[in-house]
């Protein structure tokens, strides 16, 4: 099979990395928005995964609907010209797009996205879901879409695979030296972008400052910032340098505020007892493979296929209409952390189960189902 991968270059998403890697094994691989936006080459399969980072047109109308409103965001035009491409692809290659999410993070009340993503999937001839709440959402969402081949696609889940790539070497104590943690602490990780403008920061402080564990320990790879709303652009940030000062005169609170390079990942998750997933209405999370790949309790909201696994592999889960909950769970997870059963479970279930090697196979296997 000819497949191509049409996305514009993401070196730092490692799911697609190592995804494309295995597929490529029995699979010839070609990865180009290009020649998917310019209508070359002669595929068998289209793989589409983030449509806002089809094309770097597109992912620059997502970013300036951001910051400067959805008005200067996705138009129509654009829209009808993704149209295009998918509709002569689709009379020469079958078309498979993995749902990574709902809608773009940041976009998620612009209907110009939900256009967008409906457009995706209408032409899709199979959809690779990570659980299967996700395949019940979609039939909802997608009730009355006009499918272009006349119905609906081919569904499967296939697992997000694990992050057995990433270097694990560093003990749990070499850890906590390197981020000046001691080793008695009990430590809650948040991993990775903290989105939703205050609400995932306030349940984050929240969920830690209301759940009862001693010695605990909040440790964030990436906090967010809030500036104040001061007109001197000096005094925002030595507010924010405050600010940053207070955190560190109280150990309970270890914050990184910098990009964390692969190679350090290491370093936070094998500091940490528990990791929590602070989304609300969410679809999926990779941090849940992450966590269970590197042997951790996960904490996460009841929500779509992030409810489903956590569940699934008896990881404690709050209630998103109530968040509030959190605290319970993280209180939860700290007590299983402690019994030292889900943690090596979890590792076990993501080395055993979740291999790239073993979901590629899966993609495979779903895009010969596609071609008949």
Not at 22 to 49: C, K, N, P, T, Y
Not at 183 to 207: K, M, P, W, Y
């Amino acid at each position: 099979m000819r497949v191509l991968i049409a996305q514009i270059p993401m070196p730092e998403n490692r799911f697609l990395i190592d995804l494309n890697t295995e597929i490529a094994r029995s699979s010839e691989i070609h990865h180009s928005s290009d020649d998917f936006w310019q209508m070359r080459g002669d595929f068998d399969i289209v793989h589409l995964h983030f449509p806002e980072h089809l094309t770097y047109e597109i992912e620059r109308a997502y970013f300036q609907g951001l910051e400067r409103g959805p008005q200067h965001g996705l138009q129509d035009s654009l829209i009808a010209q993704v149209e295009e491409r998918l509709k002569y692809w689709s009379a020469r290659a079958r078309l498979v797009v993995t749902r990574h999410v709902l809608l773009p993070h940041d976009a998620v009340e612009d209907p110009q996205w939900e256009k967008m993503y409906e457009t995706f999937y209408r032409y899709a001839d199979g959809v690779a879901h990570f659980a299967h709440a996700s395949i019940d959402e979609f039939r909802e969402r997608y009730r009355n879409t006009a499918w272009h081949r006349g119905h609906e696609p081919l569904h499967v889940v296939i697992p997000h695979q694990n992050y057995a790539t990433l270097p694990n070497e560093i003990s749990r104590a070499e850890a906590r030296k390197k981020l000046g943690i001691s080793q008695h602490a009990q430590v809650l990780l948040v991993f990775g972008a903290i989105r939703s403008g205050d609400t995932e920061r306030n349940l984050i402080l929240q969920a830690f400052q209301n759940a009862k564990v001693p010695g605990k320990v909040l440790l964030v790879s990436r906090w967010r910032e809030k500036l104040a709303k001061v007109r001197w652009i000096r005094l925002k940030y030595w507010i924010r340098d405050l600010t940053r000062l207070y955190y560190r005169l109280h150990p309970q609170y270890c914050f990184n505020y910098a990009f964390v390079a692969e190679a350090d990942a290491q370093i936070y998750l094998n500091a940490c007892d528990v990791l929590l997933i602070p989304r609300l209405k969410v679809l999926n999370s990779g941090n849940i493979t992450l966590g269970l790949t590197f042997g951790k309790v996960v904490v996460g909201p009841d929500s779509w296929d992030v409810g489903e696994l956590l569940k699934e592999t008896g990881n404690p889960t709050f209630d998103p209409d109530r968040p509030e909950t959190a605290a319970t769970a993280v209180e939860q997870g700290f007590r299983l952390a402690r019994e030292g059963v889900i943690g090596p479970r979890n590792q076990q279930r993501a080395l055993a189960e979740w291999s790239a090697a073993q979901c590629g196979d899966l993609y495979v296997n779903l895009f010969r189902n596609v071609l008949g």
